[in-house]
């Protein structure tokens, strides 16, 4: 089996949760019917349930209106029909998350309220990355959580790369000077910078990472060169108002979207597209460093309607 068939599998048992809401739910509606008004609507209803929201959903539906209204249409034929209508918002935000190896390093500010998988994330890339033979190093900048220093450690011993880390409760801002600092001094290709993700606490969180990406600034002008968001997929459409809040505090050039095997909701990733226009680097669907993998439009597309290749 190929390493893209591999992923392939994966990729849609991931979001069997997903497809099989859909796909049970396009079952229900379709039995060779008459696409009408009617069955329409019930495909509004089911799109909105899988959390593509309403404006998505009804941009979908309105476009299968002009290119199937009135014909029989089969399970199948609909599945299609969803394809063909979801991998166009799908595509442009297709962007894998490069490094630009000249800028040694490349600062990649990594965001997300904490349970959102922000933390493996950054292990999966540091590993990613490494395997390119890129030197990557690490930092620890969610200081609030000793647990998440530890985690992001043991990712660091299991790659290779180096974490900078200080003690719990040190300014975070300080240590993200350092980091960059320290991967100038040593050449490094990449730095990993992790965040605090406390979003009940909006203004302290907000402040702190401002500050982080001011003092990051005085290192490197050009630095963070990424501002990425993770999310959970579990957490349906208030990814939305997650998205809203980071980019207002940091400016976010990307999203990554984990937990996607978790949930049936799966559908929040058009909505995110269509609704944002973010750069959807990844997906995660699964624990294994293998799980988490670039975006494919198309591919997701088909996985997230149960439609065999």
Sequence with gaps: ?????????????????????????????????????????????????????????????????????????????????????????????????????????????????????????????????????????????DTFRAAAVEQLKVWGERTGCPVIAKDEGSDAAALAFDAVSEAQSKGCDVLLIDTAGRLQNKAHLMDELEKMVRVIKKVDETAPHDTVLVLDATVGQNAHSQVETFDRIVNLTGLILTKLDGTAKGGVTVSLAQKFAKPLHCIGVGEAVEDLRPFEAEAFAKALVGLED
């Design 1 to 141: 089996m190929t390493e893209k068939k591999g992923w392939l599998a994966r990729l849609k048992s991931g979001l069997g949760k997903s497809s099989t809401k859909l796909t049970s739910g396009i079952g229900d509606i379709f039995t060779k019917r008459k696409l009408d008004d009617e069955a329409l609507e019930e495909l509004e209803d089911l799109l909105i349930t899988s959390d593509m929201g309403i404006n998505t959903a009804q941009k979908i539906v309105a476009g299968i209106r002009k290119t199937r209204f009135g014909k029989d249409t089969s399970p199948e034929d609909l599945k299609i029909a969803l394809v063909e209508q979801i991998v166009p918002i799908l595509e442009p935000v297709t962007k894998p998350l490069n490094v630009t190896t000249g800028r040694k390093p490349h600062v990649v500010l990594v965001c997300g309220v904490n349970g959102s998988g922000k933390t493996t994330t950054i292990g999966k890339l540091s590993k990613i990355y490494s395997d390119q033979g890129l030197k990557v190093m690490l930092a620890a900048g």
